[in-house]
């Protein structure tokens, strides 16, 4: 069976997204947000899903704070030009993307 990604999965990407800084991670922060709260909507909509299975993928306010942690990083690193992250952060949020597409197709 499959692994497949939740709000805990999705929510710790968008968290390291945040902490890493940066326009483009704020972006994508945002479009995991979207693509999170698609995904609850669609099993939201289906009766034969259980509802404990729903509820995995409900977002809830640590998850929209943390996209609001990554939109007040990216202006912030604007203004201080400062390195956003270390390399192994931007290993660790490419890797986690990268597992997030594979896993919701």
Do not use: F, M, W
Request: aromatic fraction near 4%; charge should be positive; include cysteine.
């Amino acid at each position: 069976q499959a692994v497949r990604p939740d709000a805990i999965t999705y929510g710790s990407v968008i968290k390291c997204l945040a902490r890493a800084g940066g326009r483009s991670n704020a972006e994508r922060a945002g479009a995991l947000l979207t693509e999170l709260e698609a995904r609850y909507e669609d099993q939201s909509s289906t009766d034969k899903r259980s509802s404990e299975e729903r509820d995995r993928l409900a977002p809830n306010t640590i998850i929209y704070n943390s996209v609001l942690d990554a939109v007040e990083a990216s202006r912030t690193l604007r203004k201080s030009q400062r390195n956003p992250a270390p390399q192994r952060v931007t290993i660790a949020l490419r890797e986690g993307i990268h597992y997030l597409k594979e896993t919701t197709r």
